[in-house]
């Protein structure tokens, strides 16, 4: 089955970086869509950034374009998302998630990882 499994999370200052990575495991990612989504308190979850596994489609909420970029590693089966520039207000619990191609949801999500944005 698959699992999603993130990684990198923690603390940093305002205006300072973190690469998260979530680790994927259980089949062949080549025909699926990888998302990076985040929660904060009180919030509901939010697609930070997402990616074909390809790269051929990206898509990046207004809010991150310019400072977070999403990648990925295929020897690896690593996804991950570079944070640039980050600010108090994206303290959040990450999440990675995964869907194939055709389906409209997705379908698979790791645990989360904690980053916190100190002012």
């Known amino acids: 089955q698959v699992q999603l499994v993130e990684s990198g999370g923690g603390l940093v200052q305002a205006g300072g970086s973190l690469r998260l990575s979530c680790a994927a495991s259980?089949?062949?990612?080549?025909?699926?869509?990888m998302g990076w989504f985040r929660q904060a308190p009180g919030k509901e979850r939010e697609v930070v950034a997402a990616?074909?596994?390809?790269?051929?489609?990206?898509y990046y909420a207004d809010s991150v374009k310019g400072r977070f970029t999403i990648s990925r590693d295929n020897r690896k089966n690593t996804v991950y998302l570079q944070m640039n520039s980050l600010k108090p207000e994206e303290t959040a619990v990450y999440y990675c998630?995964?869907?194939?191609?055709?389906?409209?949801?997705?379908?698979?999500w790791g645990q989360g990882t904690q980053d916190t944005v100190s002012s």
């Open positions: 998630a995964a869907r194939e191609n055709n389906r409209t949801e997705y379908d698979y």
């Open positions: 259980g089949r062949t990612f080549s025909s699926y869509y």
């Open positions: 990616r074909t596994w390809s790269g051929y489609s990206t």
